[in-house]
């Protein structure tokens, strides 16, 4: 089974408004962290934000934001305001505390419409 | 600090050919990661490390190889270059400092094309 899941492929978003991407998880550790990464078309990997399973309240990074999801095993990513930079590939991923590997989706392309 | 860097940034190869792309981290990580990224595709994890001397395959490891002989080092060896390698390969590092919430940081990624 899929750890990580990303639904959209595709999304698009008129500038200044919001858009969630969706991830959902599978797993049987009871703690373990989600990660999302920005990827732009220069091809790097930067990192965005972070949540950790046992963690009381939704992450939050500036315009980014976590619906975190716990029962229904989903890690949304929210991102207000939307900029035209934010054009980019966005990947979710997560790491079990027992393991040392990252398990990545395979990811959703945003576009950002002025 | 440079962070993670690789070298080459892109590279062609011919069918049976070999190469070795390298990864350096000034971070003073322990672990350190070795991804492909095929076209529209998320990453898949070739090996990892979790220190010098120490490394173990992920998903994707038919094909290649690695040594983690420093802290600083983890060069990727593709020993028979095939097409189905080509890709871009990124390499990332993480402190254990951090417990759960220790991110990876990647380095700017080497564009193989093997014919």
């Known amino acids: 089974a899929q750890k990580i899941t990303q639904t959209q492929p595709g999304m698009f978003v008129q500038e200044k408004e919001a858009v969630t991407l969706d991830c959902t998880y599978d797993t049987s550790d009871p703690s373990y962290g989600l990660f999302w990464y920005k990827q732009p078309s220069s091809g790097e990997m930067i990192f965005l934000i972070y949540q950790g399973s046992y963690d009381q309240q939704n992450a939050t990074e500036g315009r980014y934001s976590l619906n975190f999801q716990k029962a229904r095993k989903s890690a949304n990513l929210v991102i207000s305001a939307s900029q035209l930079g934010d054009s980019a590939m966005y990947f979710c991923?997560?790491?079990?505390?027992?393991?040392?590997?990252?398990?990545f989706g395979t990811g959703t392309s945003l576009t950002v419409i002025p | 600090n440079a962070g993670v860097t690789q070298t080459p940034k892109f590279r062609i190869l011919k069918i049976g050919q070999s190469m070795t792309l390298q990864c350096t981290q000034d971070m003073n990580h322990n672990y350190m990661y070795w991804y492909r990224q095929d076209p529209g595709m998320g990453l898949k994890l070739i090996y990892y490390?979790?220190?010098?001397?120490?490394?173990d395959k992920g998903e994707v490891p038919n094909g290649y190889n690695v040594s983690r002989s420093t802290t600083e080092d983890f060069p990727l060896r593709l020993e028979l270059a095939a097409p189905s390698q080509t890709s871009v390969y990124f390499c990332?590092?993480?402190?254990?400092?951090?417990?759960?919430?220790?991110?990876?940081?990647f380095g700017p990624g080497t564009r193989l094309t093997v014919l």
């Open positions: 990332a590092s993480r402190t254990t400092g951090q417990g759960l919430k220790g991110t990876q940081y």
């Open positions: 490390s979790v220190g010098a001397g120490i490394t």
């Open positions: 991923a997560m790491r079990e505390e027992a393991g040392n590997q990252f398990y």
